[in-house]
């Protein structure tokens, strides 16, 4: 009797390895339920996102840019839930962009800033560097024309130029949505300082 060919040995116990190591990975996914397929996105909890008082932080800001910044009244289903003043640009061009993001009432999320920089700067800063500030279209919404611009991912940016400042709104909602928050946005008077 002949000794077992060694290669033949190794191969198989190599695959009935993989199979064990394969199962037993697959029965700890199962049970945490450690992975999820959603083809349409993630869905957001809107009630593990924190809160904040938009009136409250850009009234705050508007006190310490020099730009007028406007407070949009959205429907109370709206939440707000993040605010920052943020620098964008550089040398004497160097200004910031006032920003605060909602949750609408279908679980997406919506980022409205505002700054003085120039547009391709913004579209640029907002959709993370990596797009070309090329138009894609205009949209209308209330008889006032916003412009389309790629923002990051799939996610589109629509740019409004008003008094000297850019309106720029971003984020993952449904053009119903962006035009709600478009709508509340282009009607705000500026906070007054």
């Known amino acids: ?55 409250k932080e850009l009234s705050s800001a508007a006190r310490r840019v020099d730009f007028p910044v406007r407070s949009p009244a959205l429907p109370p289903d709206w939440r707000a839930n993040s605010s920052n003043t943020t620098p964008l640009g550089s040398g004497a061009g160097r200004t910031v962009a006032v920003r605060v993001g909602w949750i609408t009432p279908g679980g997406k999320y919506l980022r409205l800033s505002q700054s003085k920089a120039p547009v391709d700067e913004l579209v640029v800063f907002e959709a993370g560097g990596d797009v070309s500030a090329s138009s894609t279209g205009t949209v209308d919404v209330s008889g006032t024309q916003w412009t389309k611009y790629r923002g990051r991912g799939e996610e589109p940016s629509w740019v409004l130029s008003k008094d000297g400042v850019q309106l720029l709104i971003t984020g993952s909602g449904t053009e119903d949505e962006f035009r709600t928050l478009a709508t509340a946005a282009q009607t705000a008077a500026p906070i007054a300082k």
């Not at 190794?10 to 996914?29: C, H, N």
């Not at 993630?42 to 009136?55: E, F, I, N, Q, R």
């Open 1 to 55: 009797m002949s000794a077992p060919n060694r290669f033949k040995t190794s191969a198989r116990d190599m695959v009935l390895s993989l199979a064990v190591l394969t199962a037993i990975i697959g029965a700890i996914v199962w049970l945490t339920q450690g992975c999820e397929f959603s083809p349409s996105g993630p869905k957001v909890d809107p009630g593990s996102a924190p809160t904040v008082d938009a009136p």
